[in-house]
């Protein structure tokens, strides 16, 4: 199964996600549940990258996606930012409504420190 976390910060903004795990819907090469997650999130980087000109600190490898958002951006930028993010969070939730055996996602907000 595909594990999805998104991280907000207490005000409800996307400030990280990570994905983990492998669909298993089909075999390799051939899930669709791995490849649209994966195109999503994926995208998604890219998208804040070349539209807001941000670049987010991110890890990926076979099996693991770790994207951070930088903090302190100028609130313009951030909100295109969060309607990108927000566009991913969307996207995924679809996919996991069609194919929840295969994909999971859990929302958690930071708590006041």
Do not use: W
């Given at each position: 199964?595909?594990?999805?976390?998104?991280?907000?910060?207490?005000?409800?903004?996307?400030?990280?996600?990570?994905?983990?795990?492998?669909?298993?819907?089909?075999?390799?090469?051939?899930?669709?549940?791995?490849?649209?997650?994966?195109?999503?999130?994926?995208?998604?980087?890219?998208?804040?990258?070349?539209?807001?000109?941000?670049?987010?600190?991110?890890?990926?490898?076979p099996g693991f996606l770790r994207c951070v958002i930088?903090?302190?951006?100028?609130?313009?930028?951030?909100?295109?930012?969060?309607?990108?993010?927000?566009?991913?969070?969307?996207?995924?939730?679809?996919?996991?409504?069609?194919?929840?055996?295969?994909?999971?996602?859990?929302?958690?907000?930071?708590?006041?420190?």
């Amino acid at each position: 199964m595909i594990q999805i976390r998104i991280n907000r910060t207490e005000s409800g903004t996307i400030q990280s996600f990570t994905m983990s795990g492998h669909a298993k819907f089909a075999k390799h090469g051939e899930d669709i549940v791995c490849a649209g997650a994966s195109a999503v999130s994926v995208g998604t980087i890219n998208a804040v990258h070349a539209l807001t000109g941000v670049t987010p600190e991110f890890e990926n490898k076979p099996g693991f996606l770790r994207c951070v958002i930088p903090e302190n951006l100028p609130e313009s930028t951030e909100e295109k930012v969060q309607l990108l993010l927000e566009g991913m969070a969307v996207s995924l939730r679809a996919i996991e409504e069609e194919y929840g055996k295969h994909i999971k996602i859990t929302f958690k907000k930071q708590e006041v420190e």
